[in-house]
């Protein structure tokens, strides 16, 4: 499977607390349609299958609906949008947005209303994301939760759970807040100890064997935090960043950035040193005894029934080649006196045959057409 991810813009309408984007990216400018057009049909071309529209916020997008069109008039099979949930409360825009194409969407919410409303600041986002994601499985799209943890909604993460799986959904990602964007201006109170962020991993695990239910992963967290939940977390390794059912479908995709991470001192007697990306630099600025995590003593558990995950030494790859690229909006420059936007492209190919990873990062500059 190749997925194709796009990054329409950094524009949002919420302000998360939380969030790993500068504000001051929300003023560079977006993706052309022209451009998303010509990475769908060039994705295509080679065989791509798979597109996540995300953002900023993909939904501000008035042409979102078109880009989903053209995405399925050329065969892509599996097409994700990732959101706060706000736009598809509108009256029919799940409807809109499943009629042109989509088959997915992945929305983040992250506690109870009251908690939720707080750290993306605006009131009624909650009920409203909510609401969002009963009309996407009204309309038929498959759904999935972001919960991104914080120093504010770890002890939340039970319950969400449970709420979660009272609402017939099990599909969630508990992310490990990043330190960098605007977090940065909040940092007092979102920054979430190791010991507390491990502790939140393992009540939400314990919630869904409570429930005996599968479907939720981490990110961000290294295995260190909790060697026995290794299965569950994705991007700790290059490889572990694709995970597919066992039919072969696409679960979820995420990119592990590789040029910003670390080994401690721990890290050296560790049995999984060659295979783990270690800690974010950041992470590591501020918990420089690498959290207090000991070393993985032991290989962990084999991914559980039902998934293979591709990852170096931990398991067979996949057959047949699969990449994850990812078309981004990082700043909006000037190219000989034109308005212009950097465009950077990374990818990551599995060979099966070879049993080779390569990567590969592309970056250009593209002329907009409007001053």
């Known amino acids: 499977m190749k997925a194709l991810e796009v990054l329409l813009s950094y524009a949002c309408n919420e302000a998360c607390a939380f969030c790993s984007q500068e504000l001051s990216w929300r003023k560079a400018e977006g993706l052309p349609f022209a451009l998303v057009a010509r990475e769908l049909y060039a994705a295509a071309k080679d065989g791509f299958e798979s597109v996540c529209f995300t953002g900023g916020e993909p939904t ?3 042409d979102l609906p078109q880009m ?70 009204t309309a038929g799209l498959g759904v999935g939760v972001n919960y991104v943890l914080n120093g504010e909604n770890d002890a939340a993460l039970p319950a969400f759970c449970a709420d979660l799986l009272a609402r017939g959904l099990n599909d969630l990602v508990v992310i490990h807040p990043l330190y960098e964007g605007d977090l940065l201006a909040h940092e007092a109170r979102m ?11 393992r009540a939400a ?16 967290l290294p295995p260190c935090a909790a060697p026995e939940l290794t299965h569950l977390m994705l ?17 979820d995709l995420y990119m592990a950035s590789h040029d910003d991470r670390l080994h401690a001192g721990p890290c050296g007697s560790c049995t999984l040193q060659d295979e783990c990306l270690g800690f974010k630099r950041s992470w590591l600025k ?10 993985v003593a032991a290989a962990p558990a084999a991914p559980r029934s039902g998934t293979r995950i591709l990852r170096r030494g931990g398991g067979a790859f996949e057959a047949g080649r ?6 981004v909006a990082p700043v909006a420059g000037q190219a000989g006196g034109r308005p212009a936007l950097a465009v950077e492209r990374m990818s990551v190919t599995l060979d099966a045959d070879a049993g080779r990873v390569s990567e590969s990062r592309v970056v250009w500059e593209e002329a907009l057409a409007h001053a």
């Open 205 to 220: 695990a314990a919630a869904y064997k409570k429930a005996g239910a599968e479907g939720l992963r981490l990110l961000n």
């Open 60 to 62: 501000l997008r008035k």
């Open 68 to 137: 989903l069109a053209l995405a399925r008039k050329l065969g892509f099979k599996y097409l994700r949008v990732q959101t706060n949930g706000l736009k598809f409360a509108e009256p029919g825009y799940a409807a809109d947005l499943r009629a042109a194409g989509a088959t997915n969407l992945r929305v983040s919410i992250h506690g109870d209303a009251a908690l939720h409303d707080r750290l993306v600041k605006v009131p009624g986002a909650w009920a409203k994301a909510w609401a969002g994601a009963e009309a996407a499985r």
């Open 191 to 201: 920054s979430l100890p190791p010991a507390r962020a491990a502790a939140a991993a």
């Open 322 to 327: 699969h990449e994850l690229a990812r078309a």
């Open 235 to 251: 991007a700790w390794s290059p490889h572990s960043l694709l995970v597919v059912d066992a039919a072969g479908r696409p679960v």
């Open 286 to 295: 501020r918990f420089p005894d690498a959290g207090g995590f000991a070393p």
